[in-house]
């Protein structure tokens, strides 16, 4: 979740395996915007001795769509090094790190930012350091201020972050994939269990993020200032994927291995849990290699949702209209819309995303649209435009909103005689938000130190 | 639908039996004498790594000797000699060369 380890052959791939995309106009400088994208999920932080990092061998890319074609017009790629500063010692770090050039750190890992665009490409920084993983107060020492110190600028009015984070994504892992059971709501399921709160599955474990903030104009069509939200200039489409190349010959020294060919797609994401819960099994590694302006070869899945059938089945009673609805024979348009198309005008008072016809998994974002000063949890459900999905802010609970909407809350958007069960609106996983979020870029937490995670047993 | 991946450039060899007489440039900096002697040499060692220990007869080329020198390896792949098509390797280019002598001669190596 929402895209952790959500295909087989990712699933063995962790330094590949995009995690999570976030999309928003950065709440505390609104001229720009904040992409970020997240990789290696379920991090332990007290992975010893070998502590996560990027893979040099890995070409990491946020690609943004300004055409609304389903391909990418303004492309930043992510190229990592890591160094041994000294052969001669098993540790990752042989005293207290305390600043990114610390002769300390044995293993640092920089990296370069190339921007692609239709008419070329530019690196636009090199050799900017990554923060060590967050050991413990005898390695890490002031492990905040530490890693606050690789936020680098970037361009003009940008900057960029790439390293360990606590990871913001939110979820009951542990409960809804137990037969979708969904712990406030379980007395209600087909194996019933006393209801209890939720759990987040992720709250202590760590991701490496790549966040990147930059004048919403770098990303526009041709570099139109999005004033209104009603202007198809204003809305963009994200998502982020991670390559390898195509041919990999294993050497014989040092996990030394020969790698040569074009740079292979194996892992993307734009809209969170498509993959992990729209897209069927058998599909899953293909989608991975995907681009989405032929995303429209998955659309039977999002027209008849199997977890809209799987609802009523698992919760005998409690949604009717959605068993009803299921058996209709009716498409869920609503579906397709909110994560293929973006809502177009008039569906949503105030508010568009559309992007055309094309049907493409990006995650889309109208940039006219003004930070929220009290940003609700369920976005636009709520009446909060500039939330999910429009972009995705990290305070979006998008399980819950998700769930809602395959349980039918957003059906009658193109079908006003459908009448939502009540229970639609009120499902949840019982999981709301993440402890460790910043105010300020690159807004995603300071992930727990080794020393102080504490793995809970039964 | 497409797969997010470089473009492949494909070069044609002579039929099967016939001798490369000429060089056609396959691309700035490569050529047509290069791409084979390399696909054939590092085809070769692809292939018979997992043979170690077997004799394995070198193919032979009328060609001159490659006296340039490459910055990184080429990997070549036949998946099937008798289509002739020999997908090789090199830098962040899949370059296709269709040639069913030489693919017919890595065969042979391993056969």
Request: hydrophobic letters at 40%; glycine letters at 8%; proline letters at 9%.
């Amino acid at each position: 979740m929402s895209s952790h380890r959500e295909a087989p052959e990712i699933s063995k791939d962790p330094a590949a395996d995009n995690t999570d995309v976030y999309a928003f106009v950065s709440p505390d400088k609104p001229d720009t915007v904040t992409l970020i994208a997240n990789f290696i999920p379920g991090e332990v932080p007290d992975g010893a001795p070998n502590f996560y990092e990027f893979g040099n061998d890995v070409l990491y890319a946020i690609k943004i769509d300004n055409t609304g074609d389903g391909k990418p017009d303004v492309t930043y790629e992510f190229r990592f090094q890591t160094t041994i500063r000294d052969t001669e010692t098993f540790l990752y770090n042989t005293g207290p790190i305390a600043t990114l050039d610390s002769a300390n750190w044995n293993r640092p890992q920089t990296y370069s930012v190339t921007r692609r665009t239709h008419s070329g490409s530019r690196v636009l920084a090199k050799d900017l350091a990554c923060p060590p993983c967050n050991i413990g107060p005898r390695s890490t020492p002031n492990y905040a201020d530490l890693a606050a110190t690789a936020v680098h600028p970037l361009g003009h009015n940008g900057q960029v972050f790439a390293g360990q984070r606590n990871d913001p994504f939110f979820v009951d892992l542990g409960s809804i994939f137990d037969l979708g059971t969904l712990r406030p709501f379980e007395n209600l399921h087909l194996i019933p269990t006393p209801a209890a709160p939720g759990v987040d599955g992720l709250g202590s474990l760590s991701v490496h993020t790549i966040a990147l903030q930059v004048p919403k104009t770098d990303l526009t069509r041709g570099n139109a200032h999005p004033t209104d939200a009603a202007a198809a200039t204003s809305v963009i489409g994200v998502w982020a994927t991670a390559s390898r190349r195509k041919v990999t010959i294993r050497g014989k020294r040092n996990g030394e291995a020969l790698e040569s060919g074009p740079w292979v797609q194996v892992s993307r994401l734009g809209m969170p849990l498509i993959n992990e819960v729209i897209i069927a099994m058998a599909d899953k590694d293909d989608w991975n290699q995907e681009t989405p302006d032929g995303d429209s070869e998955f659309t039977h899945y999002y027209e008849t949702p199997e977890l809209a059938g799987l609802l009523p089945v698992l919760y005998p009673g409690v949604f009717p209209n959605l068993a009803a609805l299921n058996t209709s024979g009716k498409k869920r348009a609503d579906l397709v819309a909110i994560l293929l198309t973006g809502l177009p005008s008039g569906i949503v008072p105030g508010f568009q995303n559309f992007t055309g016809a094309t049907q493409a998994d990006e995650l889309r974002l109208n940039l006219a649209v003004p930070p929220a000063a009290a940003p609700k949890p369920n976005g636009i459900l709520d009446g909060d435009l500039a939330g999910f999905p429009n972009g995705r802010r990290l305070t979006d609970d998008i399980v819950t909103i998700e769930i809602r909407a395959i349980a039918g809350v957003t059906f009658p958007l193109v079908d006003p005689t459908f009448t939502p069960d009540g229970a639609a609106g009120l499902v949840t996983d019982g999981v709301n938000t993440d402890q460790h979020l910043l105010d300020h870029f690159p807004y995603v937490g300071v992930p727990i130190s080794g020393y102080d995670y504490a793995p809970t047993g039964f | 639908m497409s797969r997010p991946e470089s473009p492949t450039r494909s070069i044609t060899g002579p039929p099967a039996g016939e001798t490369e007489t000429h060089e056609t440039a396959a691309a700035p900096g490569v050529s047509r004498r290069n791409l084979i002697a390399n696909a054939v040499l590092a085809g070769t060692a692809v292939v018979a790594a997992p043979v170690l220990g077997r004799a394995v007869q070198s193919a032979t080329i009328d060609e001159p000797p490659f006296t340039g020198r490459l910055d990184e390896p080429l990997v070549a792949r036949v998946l099937d000699p008798r289509t002739g098509v020999i997908d090789i390797f090199f830098g962040e280019e899949h370059i296709v060369l269709r040639d069913r002598a030489i693919a017919a001669r890595l065969a042979k190596a391993v056969s």
